[in-house]
């Protein structure tokens, strides 16, 4: 049954990796992205928001296209929509801002025609558009996310957050598009590497399930990836040697970076230290930054209302004030 009102939804923004566990851990993230979606005789496209420059208005726009996956899975026509978006995620800035696009669209789509589709189909259906699950897992169930793709399908395991545990994220003014920081990888690493960031994965998980903020330091350490791309940002290699020193539990380049993400104890009296460390070693190498202070997002994904009740502008304007 399509809601002929049509559906808001709002979807959290993620990191990736969180060190070792590349391509495989995810996070959500209290940044966010929002989608209306109603069915339409002609269709219009309506962005909103700083981060919406450069994207399509036409049926070029990745969230018409992933919509109408959607609609193809669940045997539904609706070759014409209404679509407005607005987002506080930074573009290609490795906070996930293509996976809250990808599920957005999915979730928005499924919503609108009485959610025929389960949870677990949108997730296969969003980590074949993104190619890995960590990302699109967390944005579409929130918390952590621990998952699997065998080309197929995804098995994913969700782990609620500590509630002692907050976010750091410092982005740079520069973006840093996902296939360029792979194209530094090695095709090949060596059986030390492997083994030491498969134990401070499985460490890292064990941590997270069971809230032990004390290992967290130790387990996000990672040979795979994050010293290939440090040449990619600059400052990141000290950062990562030095941030536990000044307050971080942990520190991890966001997915694909630019962003670098601290993980911290709520509770620190060392926060204001820590902003200072990281902005000040990425101003001494010429790079201008900005400091946001985040919590995990706990919900994913979620319908908040319907195309009826009220602009959208004035939806997101009380979400962000409530």
Do not use: C
């Not at 809601?3 to 993230?29: C, H, K, Q, W």
């Not at 307050?247 to 230290?273: C, F, N, Q, W, Y």
Request: no cysteine; glycine share 10%; hydrophobic share 45%.
């Amino acid at each position: 049954m399509i809601r002929p009102e049509g559906v808001y939804v709002r979807i959290p923004a993620s990191t990736a990796n969180l060190g070792p566990g590349f391509d495989t851990l995810g996070m959500a993230l209290s940044l966010y992205a929002w989608i209306g979606m109603k069915e339409a005789d002609e269709t219009a496209i309506r962005l909103y928001g700083n981060e919406m420059e450069g994207i399509p208005t036409d049926k070029n726009n990745l969230v018409y296209q992933v919509a109408q996956m959607a609609f193809r899975e669940a045997g539904v026509h609706l070759p014409e929509l209404e679509i407005s978006m607005y987002s506080d995620i930074p573009l290609t800035r490795g906070l996930g801002s293509s996976a809250s696009a990808i599920v957005g669209a999915l979730y928005a789509a499924n919503a609108l025609i009485g959610s025929p589709l389960p949870d677990a189909r949108l997730l296969d259906m969003a980590t074949a558009i993104e190619d890995h699950p960590d990302n699109v897992g967390a944005s579409l169930f929130g918390g952590f996310i621990t998952a699997v793709w065998d080309g197929e399908h995804a098995d994913y395991v969700r782990m609620e957050p500590h509630e002692d545990l907050e976010v750091l994220v410092v982005i740079p003014d520069f973006q840093l598009k996902t296939s360029e920081a792979r194209k530094v990888l090695p095709e090949k690493i060596g059986r030390k590497d492997a083994v030491y960031n498969i134990s401070r994965s499985s460490l890292l998980v064990a941590a997270l399930a069971q809230g032990r903020l004390d290992l967290i330091g130790r387990a996000m350490s990672d040979r795979l990836h994050q010293p290939y791309r440090a040449g990619l940002v600059p400052g990141m290699a000290e950062i990562l040697e030095r941030a536990v020193e000044h307050g971080a539990l942990g520190i991890a380049l966001s997915g694909a970076g630019p962003t670098l993400l601290a993980l911290v104890d709520r509770h620190s009296l060392r926060k204001k230290e820590l902003e200072s460390y990281l902005l000040n070693t990425m101003k001494a190498e010429g790079i201008s930054a900005s400091a946001r202070w985040l919590v995990p997002d706990r919900e994913g994904a979620r319908l908040i209302g319907s195309m009826s009740t009220g602009s959208f502008m004035d939806m997101i304007e009380g979400e962000v004030n409530a």
